[in-house]
C-alpha cells in the first residue's frame, strides 16, 4: 500500500498563500494521479485540485487561486493557494490512485491537515 505524508497545513490570515506538500511512498508503485480533497465541519469531502501525466483540474472554487503541480522523481504532490479566504478553512487531505506491482487502481488517502484562514 502506498503511504502518504501530508505537510505545511497551519493558521494562515486572509489574502496569505499557503503550500502543501504530500509525499508518497511505497514499493511497487506506480502513480496514475495525485490529488488534493478538503473537508469543513459539517460538509462533504470535495475535490480542490487534481494532477494526472499532462493534465490538471481544479474546483471552481479554487480556480485561478490554485496550483496543483507534481514531482515524479519524489513521488510527491504540491498544491499552492494564493488570496486565501476563511471559507478555504478545512482538513485537506492528499489523495493518489496507484498500481501496485501492476495491480489496480488502487487509491489511497493521506491523514489530512488542518488549514485554518483567520485573522
Known amino acids: 500500500q502506498v503511504q502518504l505524508v501530508e505537510s505545511g497545513g497551519g493558521l494562515v490570515q486572509p489574502g496569505g498563500s499557503l503550500r502543501l506538500s504530500c509525499a508518497a511512498s511505497?514499493?511497487?508503485?506506480?502513480?496514475?494521479?495525485m490529488a488534493w480533497y478538503r473537508q469543513a465541519p459539517g460538509k462533504e469531502r470535495e475535490l480542490v485540485a487534481s494532477i494526472t501525466t499532462g493534465s490538471t483540474n481544479y474546483a471552481d472554487s479554487v480556480k485561478g487561486r490554485a496550483a496543483i503541480s507534481r514531482d515524479n522523481a519524489k513521488n510527491t504532490v504540491y498544491l499552492r493557494i494564493d488570496s486565501l479566504k476563511p471559507e478555504d478553512s478545512a482538513v485537506y487531505y492528499c489523495?493518489?490512485?496507484?498500481?501496485?506491482?501492476?495491480?489496480?487502481?488502487?487509491?489511497?488517502w493521506g491523514q489530512g491537515t488542518q488549514v485554518t484562514v483567520s485573522s
Open positions: 511505497g514499493s511497487g508503485v506506480s502513480i496514475d494521479a
Open positions: 489523495n493518489t490512485r496507484y498500481r501496485r506491482y501492476g495491480i489496480g487502481p488502487l487509491v489511497s
